[in-house]
């Protein structure tokens, strides 16, 4: 399935502050007397949830190359919240061969989730890890706009040796041999949810001149308060 993109030209405020921050599902019993506490999460991976601000988006409506038509064009598309798109985050949309994982996926792998060739398996989802101890793992579903190149060994491999699904499970022709790393480097998107569906905030805030916009002007906006969260599919 193809998914809208959300464009890269998009004029965010970095005054204003650009927020993301991880979010996990956990479910926390306590017994009576507090002690004992029993967590459990229900997700391994987190995902990621963003605010932004928009400022000052040229253009209107009726000009279909302007930044605000493009910014539009992603949100209708989507109806608000009603359909997923892919977000490039202007600061993390990289991973880079050392600090890139692959997780076994493959149905009745021995050690299912590791990091590591078994001799047996050929699934691998894509993911990468965060921070100096290489424990902290994020799950990578979608990459592009180019494709990722594979190494097993630190070595790079041919395309040809391997095949990659639309939700960046890498399938080898043959299996990596047992203990083997395995890595990738390239380009991802996050596949996001708008919050709401209306933008409250989204005002014409001023004019500039133009030779193709509306009487000869362009609109001048500003959008507060665009909230929207990575998901899994």
Known sequence: MSYPIFPTNVP????????????FNVITQKPAAFRGVVT??????????FEVTLEYAIGDEST????????????????????FFLF?????????????????????????MGVQGDGVSTQYQ??????PTGLAY???????????QVYVNGELIDSSL??????????????????????WSGPFYFLCQFSNDTLK????VGFIPSETGPNGFDGLWQCGNIQFSSIFV
């Open 12 to 23: 965010f405020n970095r005054k204003a502050g650009f927020k993301k921050t991880p979010h």
């Open 40 to 49: 459990a999460s229900l997700v391994p991976f987190p995902t990621w949830d």
């Open 64 to 83: 279909a190359l302007s930044i605000l038509a493009s910014f539009l064009d992603v949100y209708i598309q989507c109806h608000g919240s009603g359909v």
């Open 88 to 112: 490039t985050d202007p600061n993390d949309n990289n991973v880079a061969q050392g600090n890139s994982a692959m997780f076994n996926v493959t149905p009745g792998a021995a050690a299912p």
């Open 126 to 131: 894509l993911g990468r890890s965060i921070g």
């Open 138 to 148: 994020d799950l990578i579903q979608n990459t592009g706009p180019t494709s990722p």
């Open 162 to 183: 391997y095949s990659i699904s639309s939700t960046g499970v890498i399938t080898f022709v043959t299996a990596p041999d047992n203990l083997a790393t395995l890595q």
């Open 201 to 204: 905030d989204l005002m014409r």
